[in-house]
């Protein structure tokens, strides 16, 4: 069901894609100087829907870069609690052997030392 969603959706973006690249075919003078108009030392002459891709791909790129760094804190924080709940979990297994070991049932709290009673 994901595969035919997944078609019906890039199917019709492939198509505009290709239309575009087909009806962009001219070529276009991209020039990287901006002191000389008229006889540019960086230009080349390049298709329309290639400067088009081009720029969206550095878009999505910089807007990729953009997010990552933007959700540092977050990772970071992400680790912080998995290193955490991995404490936690070796120390329950440590105390759970331990309480095998010296033939202890495992007891739960009694209500009255629970430190969550309902008022």
């Known amino acids: 069901m994901i595969r035919f969603l997944k078609a019906l959706i890039l199917?019709?973006?492939a198509i505009l894609v290709i239309l575009l690249a087909v009806a962009n075919r001219a070529p276009v003078t991209l020039s990287l100087d901006p002191f000389s108009q008229e006889a540019p030392e960086f230009a080349m002459q390049l298709p329309l829907f290639?400067?088009?891709?081009a720029a969206v791909m550095v878009g999505v790129v910089i807007g990729g870069m953009a997010s990552w760094l933007a959700q540092g804190k977050t990772r970071k924080a992400r680790r912080r609690y998995r290193r955490e709940a991995d404490q936690l979990r070796h120390e329950t297994e440590r105390l759970?052997?331990?309480?095998?070991?010296?033939?202890?049932p495992a007891t739960l709290p009694s209500p009255q030392s629970s430190r969550f009673q309902a008022l």
Do not use: D, E, K, M
Not at 50 to 53: C, K, L, N, S, T
């Open 50 to 53: 290639a400067v088009i891709f």
């Open 11 to 13: 199917l019709p973006i």
């Open 96 to 104: 759970r052997s331990q309480n095998t070991a010296a033939g202890l």
